[in-house]
């Protein structure tokens, strides 16, 4: 090192990440991820202790450069440019009578489905006991998918809840597939249409579940938006849809809006 000073563990991270981005450790020709060098190697390399060089590599990973796999080494993780996303209120149909709601995409973008989509029985989380009146934890439906646009990693964790009474009203929905039009089409067929909804997003750390299928550090934090649908019958809560993004892959745009109070020039004639 210059001067044969050893760098602090975020002067390490620091040099490591310029060689990362300078393209050093590149993916296979098989897709596999490029792999950092061993951390013997980067202790004898820089002059530092096995601590500094841990403590470097975990500063790029709450980064999202890159991800521990225990022996197998520290892989460099595919940068995907963030999406800066114009997001309207507005929920449309598509041409396969599938509700569309708005979402960090863009038109007309192909996405693919990671793993295999599913729907079981599983603890109900604080946020959909609550909408539904039942306790934390009792078994309900949950229909989940991980998705991503085509050739990227995965993007987005999409966990469905449905009430107890909206899979006594229309069965099919706690089904693999619930036919033309989806889950929401079958409840608002049995009475619950038209359904109308409420999103609030927040911002937590992600569960070691979150980390593993998003193929993200446990550091980084997620962005959740909640998804609550009510039914047009009564207004209740029928089904709560979770959305959980990493928190560097995404930014949402809003165009701000003059109230007339603030019109310009001022009608008042007052500056």
Same mark, same amino acid.
């Given at each position: 090192m210059p001067n044969g000073t050893a760098p602090s563990s975020r002067g390490l991270a620091q040099l490591l990440r310029e060689r990362i981005e300078g393209g050093e450790f590149?993916?296979?020709?098989d897709g596999t991820p490029g792999v950092l060098p061993p951390i013997t190697h980067l202790m004898e390399q820089y002059g530092v202790a096995r601590q /500094?060089? @841990?403590?470097?590599?975990s500063h790029l990973a709450s980064e999202g450069l890159v991800r521990t796999a225990g022996r197998k080494g520290t892989f460099v993780l595919p940068r /995907?440019? @963030?999406r800066r996303i114009k997001r309207s209120q507005i929920v449309t149909k598509n041409t396969a009578g599938m509700y569309v709601f708005p979402a960090a995409s863009y038109a007309d973008e192909p996405w693919?489905?990671?793993g295999t989509p599913h729907a079981s029985y599983e603890p109900a989380p604080a946020v959909a006991a609550e909408n539904f009146g039942i306790a934390e934890g009792e078994e309900i439906v949950r229909r989940r998918r991980v998705m991503s646009p085509e050739g990227e990693p995965p993007f987005q964790i999409v966990d469905t809840w449905l009430s107890p009474r909206a899979v006594s009203d229309a069965p099919k929905v706690a089904e693999k597939s619930t036919g033309p039009g989806g889950y929401l089409n079958r409840l608002e067929e049995v009475g619950h249409g038209p359904i109308s909804w409420q999103e609030v997003t927040r911002v937590r750390m992600p569960s070691p579940e979150d980390a593993r299928l998003l193929e993200i550090p446990t550091s980084m934090p997620v962005m959740e938006l909640i998804l609550v649908g009510r039914s047009g019958r009564d207004n209740q809560p029928i089904e709560v849809t979770i959305r959980i993004i990493p928190g560097d892959r995404v930014e949402l745009v809003a165009d701000l809006i003059r109230d007339e109070s603030a019109a310009w020039p001022p009608k008042d004639g007052r500056g």
């Open positions: 590149p993916p296979e020709p /500094t060089v @841990r403590s470097a590599i /995907t440019e @963030r693919q489905t990671h």
